[in-house]
């Protein structure tokens, strides 16, 4: 499943770092490839995220096979490094996505993949909403993929690389906004979409700064797919909206609003988008589009929880004429949204919503 808003590392703890590698896999005329680095990291326990390009996947299966077998996670970065946004066609996104998915899978079994889009390109930048997920959950293999998948942290290596910089000098501008930072998802790159510098990418030099001195400094490494919200996202098998009987629609009051309103849409809107998140026991998590899950934390429903805890655990219980209650358990709340004029004037509180699947 595909959301607007981005999936990255803000919530991990203080001094938990993940780290990713983009552009890959590589060997480099100096013999330096993607598997020796995978091998390092592995040895030391740093187990990471690999980004792959299809095109470069293709060429070099057996380090993607065993970069995969060494315990790291094989995520795609797409097939040729197009950027989203300048793609005219939806077939083409479409196919770029799917063609790599089906690779990476053939090659070493993976499936349900993580996607980072190359070079974060996700929103217009006059617009806060994204038409890609619309077009990328719309095709049955490409819905399986999770993303966006961003970063937190990004030391530019690609730049260091490209004024022939040593190691040192590179590693020095990661560990400094990792210490601003103290936590999140780490961007490298084992390699480069650009042809004239992937040559001179010096991924396993860097690690072998940076590690060392990150561990002296007391981080420690996840996985990508071992971060909490990583899973919830993951686990979002459906979209859905929620509108109540009247025909106002729940939605967010902007993209990146933590407040819910009920609004008669002449035209509906993203922001009216809700992920359904499927938990053990029949429980349920609901994603906003702001990345956040709707929470009975104090006096009103709102989308302020940055993770699931007992006030964002939901049961989905189908009274009379296809309507339904979200109830919490837990705290014995269920959603109820007010209801006003565009006058002001409060009319009711709505708890009895029909829910329908979007497609």
């Known amino acids: 499943m595909f959301f607007n808003s981005p999936l990255s590392g803000k919530l991990l703890p203080d001094k938990k770092l993940c780290f990713t590698y983009d552009d890959g896999p590589w060997i480099s005329k100096n013999g330096t490839n993607s598997l020796k680095l995978a091998e390092y990291l592995a040895k030391e326990n740093v187990f990471s995220t690999f980004f792959v390009l299809g095109k470069h996947a293709k060429e070099h299966p057996t380090i993607v096979k065993e970069i995969h077998n060494l315990g790291h996670l094989i995520g795609s970065h797409g097939f040729s490094h197009i950027n989203l946004l300048n793609t ?50 719309s095709h049955f293999e490409c819905r399986k993929q999770t993303g966006p998948v961003l970063w937190d ?12 910089s040593i190691p040192k000098q590179c590693a020095d501008g990661y560990l400094s906004l990792i210490n601003q930072k103290r936590h999140g998802i780490l961007l490298m790159h084992d390699a480069l979409s650009n042809p004239k510098i992937r040559d001179k990418v010096k991924a396993l030099e860097l690690a072998k700064i940076l590690i060392p001195e ?65 938990l053990p026991y029949e429980k349920f998590a609901i994603r906003a589009a702001c990345g956040n899950y709707i929470s009975l934390r104090g006096k009103d429903v709102s989308a302020t929880a940055d993770h699931i805890t007992d006030t964002e655990l939901f ?4 009274l009379e004429s296809g309507l339904f209650e979200l109830l919490n358990s837990k705290i014995g709340k269920k959603i109820s949204v007010e209801w006003t004029s565009p006058d002001n004037q409060k009319l009711s509180y709505s708890d009895r919503f029909y829910i329908h699947e979007i497609r």
Do not use: V
């Open 315 to 318: 049961t989905i219980k189908e």
């Open 153 to 164: 942290i990004d030391g530019r290596d690609w730049e260091y690389w490209n004024r022939d």
């Open 214 to 278: 990150l561990k002296e400094q007391g981080f420690n490494f996840t996985r990508l797919d071992e971060i909490p919200q990583f899973i919830s996202a993951k686990n979002t098998s459906r979209k859905i909206s929620i509108r109540t009987e009247n025909g106002a629609f729940l939605k967010t009051k902007g993209q990146a609003s933590f407040n819910l309103e009920l609004c008669h849409l002449e035209e509906f809107s993203q922001l009216a988008e809700f992920g359904l998140i499927e």
């Open 88 to 137: 005219n066609d939806p077939k083409d996104i479409i196919n770029d996505l799917s063609d790599t998915a089906s690779l990476i899978y053939d090659i070493c079994g993976e499936n349900n993949l993580y996607f980072r889009p190359p070079m974060g390109m996700w929103w217009d930048g006059n617009k806060s909403i994204s038409n890609i997920p619309k077009i990328l959950n």
